[in-house]
């Protein structure tokens, strides 16, 4: 069983507000990523990390900003928050060794008025 | 360029009956292949994978199927059941190149009672 959280699991903000959405692990994976997903849509790769200080950017150009201090915890940031970003925001992990499956949070879901 | 294509936005069936959702890809590179499962408002799980030295794979009612000189994979789910009813993704591993999950656009299946 996966144990990865995310919170808020939806947000609904006003233009020009700065949020922080917050995605833990509880499992030690060394890598962590954020996809951006709209309906109909495929999950697309926002930002990604393989472990502590280490986060680049992902293939789908991003507002966002990533950190990563703690192994556990992959914080997603939006300095302003625009309409264009509503979407669900996933957050995923993966563990070392051969497994390529990716765990993934709750998401959340962002609306931008 | 979509390099992970589902090219049936939604599929329809009866419960008991078989389900087969369908997914190709471009690349030739891609090693690995996965198939998430993904309910509204809840983050994908996964369900089933396969490597590309395989051309089939069992877990229960779900079986993949990959076919590499056609670049296609199918997943089975038989008998179907409707809490099967969810958003179905098909997921590629592009390990050699960026070492990245290259999602398709996902496959709504119903699943009549």
């Known amino acids: 069983e996966a144990d990865i959280y995310q919170t808020p699991r939806y947000l609904v903000i006003g233009t020009g507000k700065k949020i922080t959405l917050e995605c833990s692990q509880t499992?030690?994976?060394?890598?962590m990523y954020w996809y951006q997903q709209d309906p109909g849509m495929e999950l697309h790769l926002i930002h990604y990390?393989?472990?502590?200080?280490?986060?680049e950017k992902g293939d789908l150009s991003s507002e966002s900003t990533v950190s990563r201090i703690r192994t556990e915890h992959f914080p997603l940031t939006l300095e302003s928050a625009r309409p264009s970003h509503t979407s669900q925001y996933l957050c995923?992990?993966?563990?070392?060794?051969?497994?390529?499956?990716?765990?993934f949070g709750p998401g959340t879901r962002l609306t931008v008025t | 360029d979509q390099q992970v294509k589902q090219n049936s936005p939604s599929l329809s069936v009866q419960e008991g009956r078989i389900s087969i959702l369908n997914c190709d890809y471009t690349?030739?590179?891609?090693?690995?292949f996965l198939w998430y499962k993904k309910y509204p408002a809840e983050g994908p799980t996964f369900l089933i994978s396969?490597?590309?030295?395989?051309d089939k794979n069992e877990d229960g009612r779900f079986t993949v199927f990959l076919n590499k000189s056609a670049k296609h994979l199918s997943l089975h789910i038989v008998p179907s059941q409707p809490g099967d009813s969810a958003v179905y993704f098909c997921?590629?591993?592009?390990?050699?190149?960026?070492?990245?999950?290259?999602f398709g656009t996902g496959t709504l299946l119903a699943v009549q009672p």
């Open positions: 995923a992990s993966r563990g070392a060794g051969d497994s390529y499956e990716q765990y």
């Open positions: 499992m030690g994976h060394d890598k």
């Open positions: 990390s393989y472990g502590v200080n280490s986060t």
């Open positions: 690349n030739s590179m891609f090693d690995y």
């Open positions: 396969i490597s590309s030295i395989k």
């Open positions: 997921a590629a591993w592009n390990g050699g190149a960026t070492n990245k999950l290259i």
